[in-house]
């Protein structure tokens, strides 16, 4: 389970590194992608692969949709494996989308992470706090 926030400065050559109590779970490597929001998403291998057998596995849904998915999570995604001593590099194409350049904020998401500029995390920071007590209290009334 990923929880916690950290702050890293990248390197001259664009690297950084992942927190160490997440290391031993990453030894796999990780799959990056494009997030939901302006961030990049990070995941387990193991759990990329449980998050690609849930889009593709009998799903309701069209065949064209379901291209258009495959394309949205998958064309953009890359696997990154952590150095010998726990950094990684991003590919500069996510970089440049989450607008990442010399700090970068590490979100741990239950089974992920989330990468952010730290201005834009702080912006999300405010929404998703204002919106947790209202989803919790919908939660309940249901």
């Not at 990453?26 to 387990?44: M, N, Q, S, W």
Request: proline share 6%.
């Amino acid at each position: 389970m990923f929880f916690g926030e950290f702050e890293y400065r990248l390197d001259e050559k664009g690297r950084f590194p992942i927190p160490p109590r997440f290391r031993p779970l990453l030894k796999d490597g990780l799959v990056f992608t494009r997030g939901i929001e302006h961030c990049i998403t990070a995941y387990p291998l193991a759990e990329w692969k449980k998050l690609a057998q849930e889009v593709t596995g009998g799903s309701a849904i069209s065949r064209q949709k379901q291209r258009r998915l495959n394309r949205a999570l998958f064309a953009g995604a890359f696997l990154v494996q952590l150095d010998g001593q726990g950094r990684i590099t991003l590919p500069p194409k996510l970089k440049e989308l989450a607008g990442i350049s010399e700090e970068v904020i590490i979100a741990g998401a239950n089974n992920y992470l989330e990468l952010w500029n730290p201005q834009e995390w702080q912006e999300e920071q405010t929404i998703a706090q204002e919106q947790a007590w209202q989803i919790i209290e919908s939660m309940e009334n249901e």
